[in-house]
C-alpha cells in the first residue's frame, strides 16, 4: 500500500471523497482484495440471490437497462459471451437462459460462488448450457486470444481501477468484428450518496463514466467503434393531450426527457476491428431459395443460400440448418408440423453463402387421401427460415 494519508478514504470520514485521490493510494491487488471482502463478508446471499428482483424501487431501472444492453449486444444462440464483474450473477443466468455461452468473470471469488448458487437454485430450462465461471486477477483474463464472440459488462466496468489495461484485455479475447457492450453510470457518479458510502466505508471503486475520455482509449487497444447509445429507459407519464403534443416532431419534449435521462446513465456499444463471420445462428441473416420437385414417394429439394450467413452443419450447434415440411389438409388444417426434417447433406462442413446444395429423400407414408405440404428451411434452436420473411414452396399431393 502506499503511504497513507489525509485524503484517504476511511469509515467515519465525512468529507467528500474524490475517487481519484482513492485510485492514487491503492494497488489494483489491494482494490482486488477490497472487493472480494466486500462479498465474503455478507452473512447471507439472499438480497443477492433475488436480483434484480430484489427491490421494488429499483428493478425495474435494472431491467430497463440490461434490456438495452441486450439489444446492443446483437446475440445470437450459441454466441459465447464473456459477462465481466458478474457480481450475484443475475446477468449471466439470463445470458445462459437466452442460449449463450457464458463465461462469467469476476475479481471476487466469493461473487462467482454466489453466482454458481443461482444456477443451482435456479435451473436453466431447455436446450442452454452451463456457465464458466472465471476469476479475473485485476490484470489478466485466462481466455486464448479472439475466443469469444460478445463481451457484456453490466454496472460493472465503473469499478475497474485500471480501465486502459482491462480496455486492451478485452478487445484482446475478443473475435474480430466482435462486440463489447457495457451498461455504466454518469459522469458524475462517484459524487452520488451511495457511491461515497461504497467508497468511505468499503473502499469500492466508484469511477464516473467519461466517454470522451474512454473513447480514445477503446479505440488505441483495437475497437474500431465506440458509440454511446441515446434512448429512453423508464416511462415518463403525461396525460392524452399532452402525449399528442409530445409525440409531435415539432416539439422539443422528448429531446429534454431524453436528455434528463441520460445525465447518468451510459450505454456504450464497441466494435472490434476486423470482420465478423455470419453464421446460422444469426435469426435475421436466414435466406434461402428453395425449388422442390416430387415424384411418386420421392422429394428433391434444392435449396441456395442467397443470405449472408454461413449454414452450419454440425449437428451439436445451435443453428444446424435442416430442410424441413409440414403438412395440412387441403384446407389449411395442420396436421403434422415436423412432417419431415432432412440433412441438407452428410457433411459437417458449413455451406457458405452463395452455395446450393441438393437432397432426395423418400416422402413418409400418408394414408390415402390429398394433402398439402409446405417446405421450409430451419435453423435449429434458432428460427424457421419462414419465420424471418424467407419464402417456403407449398405443393398439393394426392395418395
Known amino acids: 500500500m502506499a503511504d497513507a494519508a489525509a485524503d484517504v478514504p476511511r469509515p467515519g470520514d465525512h468529507g467528500v471523497i474524490d475517487v481519484d485521490d482513492l485510485l492514487a493510494h491503492y494497488t489494483v491487488e489491494e482494490l482486488a482484495d477490497s472487493a472480494e471482502e466486500y462479498f465474503a463478508r455478507l452473512d447471507t446471499w439472499d438480497v443477492l440471490l433475488a436480483k434484480p428482483f430484489y427491490s421494488v424501487h429499483e428493478s425495474a431501472d435494472l431491467l430497463t437497462s440490461f434490456g438495452a444492453l441486450l439489444n446492443s449486444l446483437e446475440l445470437s444462440h450459441g454466441l459465447t459471451v464473456l459477462d465481466f464483474g458478474v457480481g450475484s450473477g443475475w446477468t449471466s443466468w439470463m445470458l445462459s437462459q437466452l442460449g449463450c455461452r457464458v463465461i462469467a468473470s469476476d475479481i471476487s471469488s466469493s461473487a462467482l460462488q454466489i453466482a454458481a448458487e443461482r444456477y443451482a437454485r435456479f435451473p436453466l430450462v431447455g436446450r442452454v448450457t452451463q456457465p464458466v465461471f472465471l476469476p479475473f486477477d485485476g490484470h489478466h483474463l485466462d481466455l486464448e486470444d479472439a475466443s469469444v464472440d460478445r463481451v457484456a459488462c453490466n454496472d460493472a466496468f465503473h469499478h475497474v481501477p485500471n480501465p486502459e489495461e482491462v480496455l486492451a484485455e478485452l478487445a484482446r479475447v475478443l473475435r474480430p468484428g466482435g462486440v463489447c457492450a457495457m451498461s455504466e453510470p454518469g459522469p458524475e457518479h462517484s459524487l452520488t450518496p451511495q457511491s461515497q458510502s461504497e467508497m468511505r466505508n468499503f473502499r469500492v471503486v466508484e469511477r464516473n463514466t467519461i466517454v470522451e475520455e474512454t473513447a480514445p482509449q477503446a479505440r488505441a487497444v483495437g475497437f474500431e467503434t465506440y458509440e454511446v447509445g441515446v434512448y429512453l429507459g423508464l416511462?415518463?407519464?403525461?396525460?392524452?393531450?399532452?402525449?399528442?403534443?409530445?409525440?409531435?416532431?415539432?416539439?422539443?419534449?422528448?429531446?429534454?426527457?431524453?436528455?434528463?435521462?441520460?445525465?447518468?446513465?451510459?450505454?456504450?456499444?464497441?466494435?472490434?476491428?476486423?470482420?465478423?463471420?455470419?453464421?446460422?445462428?444469426?435469426?435475421?441473416?436466414?435466406?434461402?431459395?428453395?425449388?422442390?420437385?416430387?415424384?411418386?414417394?420421392?422429394?428433391?429439394?434444392?435449396?441456395?443460400?442467397?443470405?449472408?450467413?454461413?449454414?452450419?452443419?454440425?449437428?451439436?450447434?445451435?443453428?444446424?440448418?435442416?430442410?424441413?415440411?409440414?403438412?395440412?389438409?387441403?384446407?389449411?388444417?395442420?396436421?403434422?408440423?415436423?412432417?419431415?426434417?432432412?440433412?441438407?447433406?452428410?457433411?459437417?462442413?458449413?455451406?457458405?453463402?452463395?452455395?446450393?446444395?441438393?437432397?432426395?429423400?423418400?416422402?413418409?407414408?400418408?394414408?390415402?387421401?390429398?394433402?398439402?405440404?409446405?417446405?421450409?428451411?430451419?435453423?435449429?434452436?434458432?428460427?424457421?427460415?419462414?419465420?424471418?420473411?424467407?419464402?417456403?414452396?407449398?405443393?398439393?399431393?394426392?395418395?
Not at 393531450?241 to 419534449?253: G, H, K, L, N, Y
Open 235 to 399: 416511462p415518463h407519464f403525461v396525460d392524452a393531450e399532452a402525449f399528442a403534443r409530445t409525440i409531435d416532431p415539432s416539439s422539443p419534449v422528448p429531446n429534454e426527457l431524453v436528455r434528463s435521462f441520460l445525465e447518468n446513465r451510459r450505454l456504450i456499444r464497441m466494435r472490434k476491428a476486423g470482420t465478423a463471420i455470419v453464421d446460422s445462428r444469426r435469426r435475421d441473416a436466414l435466406t434461402a431459395s428453395l425449388r422442390v420437385d416430387i415424384a411418386a414417394d420421392w422429394v428433391r429439394l434444392t435449396a441456395e443460400n442467397v443470405g449472408p450467413a454461413v449454414w452450419l452443419q454440425d449437428p451439436s450447434d445451435f443453428g444446424l440448418v435442416n430442410a424441413g415440411a409440414h403438412l395440412f389438409s387441403t384446407d389449411g388444417q395442420l396436421l403434422d408440423f415436423d412432417f419431415m426434417r432432412l440433412r441438407l447433406q452428410q457433411s459437417d462442413d458449413p455451406i457458405p453463402a452463395g452455395a446450393r446444395v441438393e437432397v432426395v429423400a423418400e416422402l413418409p407414408h400418408l394414408e390415402p387421401g390429398r394433402y398439402r405440404v409446405e417446405f421450409d428451411l430451419v435453423a435449429e434452436g434458432v428460427a424457421w427460415f419462414s419465420e424471418n420473411g424467407s419464402p417456403t414452396v407449398i405443393i398439393d399431393i394426392s395418395r
